[in-house]
Structures are given as structure tokens and as C-alpha cells.
């Protein structure tokens, strides 16, 4: 991550205020990409670039506004050769264990339930018709952490839903078990979510439950994990009701230092829409900047 420190009275020009600071930090990946249904392997790269700019007021009122640059790409398969170039905003403000921000954050059932392990790579090739938040955009929301306790409220001004969510980490003598827990419901139906998280180890695991009104969202993720030195070993299973999907995917990942890794994944998607099994696979290399 790089940081440049302003000091400068357009910065700080609000009462108060004590100190600012603008920090960068991204992520990168180039490689292959065969998506389900391709016949061939096309090379595909994506870059994320991410501003963070933050204050605080002599009080410990902290203030913060993120910019994020996603998905900056202009080569890959057919149907993505001029990338999405996403560009998004966050605002927000913290005072003791209480944070509220708005913008595109996650709601409350994505900020406290747990992802599968998986690898970002070039693309998210195999992942279509995963549940997510049920808001959609624009969300406010305000979490109160204390230790290994959090407590979200969300509402989405886009579609109007409202969230509530609770994860815990506990230390189990070497063992660390996270749960997390998610309700919403908006224009778009209601969604309840579990997910279970343990690590001991080498190994971890972790197994999430969705459902919701809404097409009938139900979705199973159970996922393993392995890591020996710089190799990580990995393997997941999604099932998607609304989408009629069962994807099996395997990974593993390299570590060469220096923020750098190797990557290759490889899986299969069975889906009514594509009418039989079909493969998807990608490797190459990321790192973090």
C-alpha cells in the first residue's frame, strides 16, 4: 500500500480537524480464462485500484471516503473485451465501537456472513447465480463492534430493504469458530442467511445457508481449505436453486512473495440454462499493490 500524507489547509480546513491522509492500494491479475461454454482459453487481466482518504476531528470523530476503481480491463473473453471499469463511492464516519457509511457497502447480511474460500483471479468465472445481499446499492449501514462482536443495520435506498446481521469469532484453544447470521427484506423479497466458519490449523471450512421469498433464492456453499507453507489447496461446492446450478470447483495458489501469487482453478457448472455439464478453468498470476 502506498500513502501520501496532506498537510495542506484544503484538507484540513474543517474545524477542528487534526490530521488527513490519502492511501492507494489495489490488486492485480493477468493470465488465462476459459469460461463455460467456451471452446478455447483467452488472456484476460484485471486491475482494482482503491483511494482511501481519511480525517480526525481533536474529538476522535474519525471520517472516511473511498473511491474504488474495479474491474479495469479491456481484453478477455468475447463478451467482456472492454471490461466493466466499475467506479464506486463510500462515506462514512466512526466514534468509539460505532461505524456508519453509505455508499456502495455491503449490507448488513454480506458484511457478517462468511464467503466461501475462493480465488478472484482474472474473472469470477464459475460463481454465476450466487445469492448475495437482497438490497441493491446505495446502502446505508452502521455496525457497533465490540471484541469479537459485530452488529449490523442496513437499508438500501435503491430498492428500500432493511437488514440486520450479528457475526462472533471465538477462540476455541487453537481453534477459531466464526458465525454469522443475516435477515433482509425490501422491494426484492426478504433473505435470511447462516454461515459457519472454523479453522484449526492447516485446515479450514465453512458452510453457508441462504433463502428467500424472492424466486425462491435457497443456496448451499460448503468449501475446504489447506495450506502448507506457500501452497494453499482449496475446494468448493455451490447449490443454487433459482438458477438450477451445482458447481464443483478446485484450486490452488502459489505464494512467490513480495505480494505475489500463483494461481489455477478448474471446475464444472450443471445448469438448466446451459442444458448440460459444462467446464470452466483459468490460471496466471496476481498480486496486491
Same mark, same amino acid.
Given at each position: ?18 490530521? /488527513?491522509?490519502?492511501?492507494? $492500494? ?21 486491475? #482494482? ?10 474529538? !476522535? ?12 480491463? &479491456? ?27 453509505? !455508499? ?9 456472513? $462468511? ?5 478472484? !483471479? ?29 452488529? $449490523?443495520?442496513?437499508? /438500501? ?18 481453534? $477459531?469458530?466464526?458465525?454469522?447470521? %443475516? ?6 423479497? #426478504?433473505?435470511? /442467511? ?21 424466486? &425462491?433464492?435457497? *443456496? ?19 447449490? &443454487? ?9 478446485? %484450486?490452488? +495458489?502459489?505464494?512467490?512473495?513480495? %505480494?505475489? +501469487? ?5 471446475? +464444472?457448472?450443471?445448469?438448466? /440454462?446451459?442444458?448440460?455439464? *459444462? ?11
Amino acid at each position: 500500500m502506498k500513502k501520501i500524507l496532506f498537510a495542506t489547509t484544503a484538507l484540513v480546513a474543517t474545524a477542528g480537524v487534526a490530521s /488527513a491522509d490519502v492511501s492507494f $492500494s489495489g490488486n492485480a491479475a493477468f493470465g488465462a480464462l476459459k469460461v463455460a461454454g467456451a471452446d478455447d482459453f483467452e488472456i484476460a487481466h484485471r486491475i #482494482d485500484l482503491y483511494a482511501r482518504g481519511t480525517a480526525e476531528t481533536d474529538t !476522535g470523530l474519525s471520517f472516511h471516503a473511498i473511491v474504488e476503481f474495479e474491474q479495469l480491463e &479491456n481484453t478477455g473473453v468475447a463478451a467482456d473485451k472492454t471490461g466493466d471499469n466499475d467506479t464506486t463511492t463510500i462515506i462514512g464516519m466512526s466514534a468509539g465501537n460505532v461505524t456508519v457509511q453509505y !455508499g456502495n457497502t455491503d449490507g448488513a447480511i454480506d458484511k457478517n456472513t $462468511s464467503e466461501a474460500y475462493r480465488i478472484r !483471479g482474472v474473472d469470477f468465472e464459475g460463481w454465476g447465480g450466487r445469492v448475495d445481499n437482497k438490497d441493491d446499492g446505495e446502502i446505508l449501514r452502521m455496525d457497533y463492534v465490540m471484541d469479537a462482536l459485530r452488529v $449490523s443495520l442496513s437499508y /438500501a435506498d435503491t430498492d428500500e430493504a432493511a437488514g440486520i446481521g450479528f457475526s462472533y469469532t471465538a477462540d476455541l484453544g487453537g481453534t $477459531s469458530v466464526n458465525i454469522g447470521l %443475516g435477515y433482509e427484506d425490501g422491494d426484492q423479497g #426478504d433473505l435470511a /442467511a447462516i454461515t459457519l466458519g472454523a479453522q484449526f490449523g492447516a485446515f479450514g471450512a465453512r458452510i453457508g445457508y441462504w433463502d428467500g421469498s424472492e424466486d &425462491n433464492a435457497e *443456496q448451499v456453499d460448503i468449501s475446504v481449505q489447506y495450506q502448507a507453507n506457500d501452497l494453499t489447496l482449496w475446494a468448493e461446492y455451490l447449490m &443454487n436453486e433459482t438458477a438450477d446450478t451445482d458447481n464443483y470447483t478446485v %484450486g490452488a +495458489t502459489y505464494n512467490l512473495g513480495g %505480494g505475489a +501469487t500463483v494461481f489455477a482453478q478448474v471446475g +464444472t457448472r450443471d445448469t438448466a /440454462a446451459l442444458g448440460d455439464e *459444462q467446464e470452466f478453468a483459468s490460471f496466471g498470476v496476481a498480486f496486491g499493490f
